[in-house]
């Protein structure tokens, strides 16, 4: 099967009248028509598409009768929009569509020689999209995965600056965590040593002790935990639990929905689409979370 689509915006027979009709109302209410100087990010978009002055000044009136949220799939751009549901995913997909129509482009990978040789050989599951600056703080995120291929989760380094600028991912699920554990390292050093959120569930076990105690890598996040006395110990890696990824994600949907960080990985995004919260746990409806787990 070929699916087809045919979006509002190449339209200019079905609602002639209504746009020529809502065109004027604008008119009279905002006392002239729309200018293209005033048109939003989204708009000029639409404006490429093919849409016309009237059509976005009849789009606007709708929003305004109604949202953006209930506007998109009765009258649909673009193929994700059709199927825009709010229901209980826990990330707006109006703003996750959003992002996916203004992703930064991958930068060319021009790794310094120290890094070259280790990632080369997995140079396709890598993308750059800043490369590092001196002085600047980085925090990655380490997701591992047993390295199974075929339909297994994957291990994913996400690389966040301290403007929460998504600026490098490396994702694969056909790596085994010992060659994995040099992966991360090399992307560490390479981001001026940066702080590693290591997740310690099942394989990242096996990364956290290479990176501990074969690498001296030191700058590693720890977690707090009490013992039966109520003395607390710090153990390095991040401990998922029934209390921790609550907070985790509710954190990441408050920065993601604020503007306060910029996802880049269109794989990431794709996951977040798909991610409810059932039962009063957030879990993926597709079986894989591993992006937004190192992003988080």
């Known amino acids: 099967?070929?699916?087809?689509?045919?979006?509002?915006?190449?339209?200019?027979?079905?609602?002639?009248?209504?746009?020529?009709?809502y065109a004027d109302r604008y008119k009279t209410i905002y006392g002239g028509y729309l200018k293209e100087d005033e048109l939003t990010d989204k708009e000029i978009g639409l404006m490429e598409q093919g849409a016309s002055i009237e059509q976005i000044m009849w789009r606007r009136l709708k929003i305004s009768n109604s949202s953006e949220e209930s506007f998109c799939p009765e009258f649909p751009s673009n193929p994700t929009e059709a199927f825009i549901s709010t229901g209980s995913n826990v990330f707006e997909n109006i703003i996750i569509h959003e992002r996916l129509g203004t992703?930064?482009?991958?930068?060319?990978?021009?790794?310094?020689?120290?890094?070259?040789?280790?990632?080369?050989?997995?140079?396709?599951?890598?993308?750059?999209?800043?490369?590092?600056?001196?002085?600047?703080?980085?925090?990655?995120?380490?997701d591992t995965a047993e390295g199974l291929g075929g339909a297994s989760d994957f291990s994913v380094i996400c690389v966040l600056d301290e403007d929460g600028f998504q600026c490098a991912e490396w994702r694969s699920n056909r790596i085994k965590p010992y060659e994995f554990t040099d992966v991360v390292l090399a992307i560490a050093k390479w981001y001026n040593d940066g702080l590693l959120v290591i997740e310690r569930a099942s394989a990242g076990h096996t990364v956290l002790d290479k990176i501990i105690h074969e690498h001296r890598y030191h700058n590693i996040y720890k977690y707090k935990e009490y013992d039966a006395r109520g003395r607390s110990k710090r153990k390095p890696g991040f401990e998922t639990n029934l209390k921790t990824k609550p907070m985790m994600i509710s954190d990441f949907?408050?920065?993601?929905?604020?503007?306060?960080?910029?996802?880049?990985?269109?794989?990431?995004?794709?996951?977040?689409?798909?991610?409810?919260?059932?039962?009063?746990?957030?879990?993926?409806?597709?079986?894989?979370?591993?992006?937004?787990?190192a992003f988080a």
């Not at 120290?114 to 980085?138: C, E, G, L, M, N």
């Not at 920065?255 to 746990?281: A, R």
């Open 103 to 142: 992703l930064y482009q991958t930068k060319e990978k021009k790794l310094p020689d120290d890094t070259a040789s280790i990632i080369r050989k997995h140079r396709k599951y890598f993308k750059v999209w800043k490369y590092p600056q001196k002085k600047k703080k980085y925090y990655i995120g380490v």
């Open 1 to 21: 099967w070929k699916p087809f689509f045919f979006p509002w915006t190449k339209d200019k027979i079905m609602f002639a009248s209504e746009y020529k009709e």
């Open 253 to 293: 949907v408050e920065w993601f929905e604020t503007h306060l960080c910029i996802v880049n990985s269109k794989e990431c995004l794709e996951e977040m689409k798909l991610y409810p919260m059932q039962d009063g746990k957030y879990n993926s409806a597709n079986g894989h979370d591993d992006t937004v787990m």
